[in-house]
């Protein structure tokens, strides 16, 4: 137990900083792939937007089609050679950051589009500058909109954490992995990490369902 309790808790960590930076980069991604239509567009330049948004759009699209244990054995296996070096952990929060970033760009934008046009209108109508428009009117609604599915993706994140296992993270099935070696016993560690996960997901999904309804309300 003591060393499947060390995984656990670089399992946890590896879920919460992938968490940030998916939250973060997805914030970039909608705000580059924003629809022209929306309201706030029509004072934007025409003539950058596709230079901005088909560059991204590809790279988005790309991370999303392609799985993520090969983008972690890209970021482990493949950067070195072109001088590029993390440390293991390091280079699994970047990967389960990058990969999820894609799905809450599109969570990011539904929230968005969900926002009424009349704050748009309103904020227009009080001259508000684009950055206050942003942070005080429009994301403070898409956030709260958003939060069910983003912690969704949190606990999808948490699950898909023993990938890390296959580029040495020391993870939970890393550790069931090695125990196993040296004791020829499987089933034990491996059902011991099914019961964690279930231990912390479940409970996890409750608690987002209550902060659901409370949003809701």
Same mark, same amino acid.
């Given at each position: ?162 990938? #890390?296992?296959? =580029? /040495? $993270?020391?993870?939970? %099935? @890393?550790?069931?992995? *090695? ?7 499987? #089933?034990?560690? =491996? /059902? $011991?990490?099914?019961? %964690? @996960?279930?231990?912390? *997901? ?16």
């Amino acid at each position: 137990m003591p060393d499947l309790l060390k995984g656990l808790w670089i399992t946890v960590q590896a879920t919460i900083y992938g968490s940030l930076v998916a939250f973060a980069l997805g914030l970039v991604w909608a705000l580059a792939l924003r629809s022209p239509s929306l309201p706030h567009a029509r004072t934007d330049s025409r003539g950058w937007y596709p230079l901005v948004t088909w560059p991204v759009s590809i790279v988005v699209e790309f991370i999303r089609n392609t799985p993520l244990l090969v983008q972690l054995f890209f970021l482990f296996f493949v950067l070195p050679a072109w001088g590029l070096t993390f440390a293991p952990l390091t280079t699994g929060v970047i990967g389960l950051g990058l990969h999820y970033s894609t799905y809450t760009a599109e969570v990011y934008r539904a929230g968005i589009d969900g926002v009424p046009p009349g704050q748009w209108e309103a904020a227009t109508a009080l001259s508000l500058p684009r950055r206050r428009t942003w942070t005080a009117v429009i994301l403070p609604q898409a956030f709260r909109r958003v939060v069910p599915a983003l912690g969704n993706y949190v606990i999808a994140m948490f699950k898909d954490t023993p990938l #890390l296992a296959g =580029i /040495t $993270v020391a993870d939970m %099935l @890393f550790q069931a992995n *090695s125990i196993s070696a040296t004791t020829f016993d499987y #089933l034990e560690p =491996i /059902t $011991v990490v099914g019961i %964690l @996960f279930v231990v912390i *997901s479940y409970p996890t999904s409750l608690l987002l369902r209550a902060l659901e309804r409370r949003l809701v309300r």
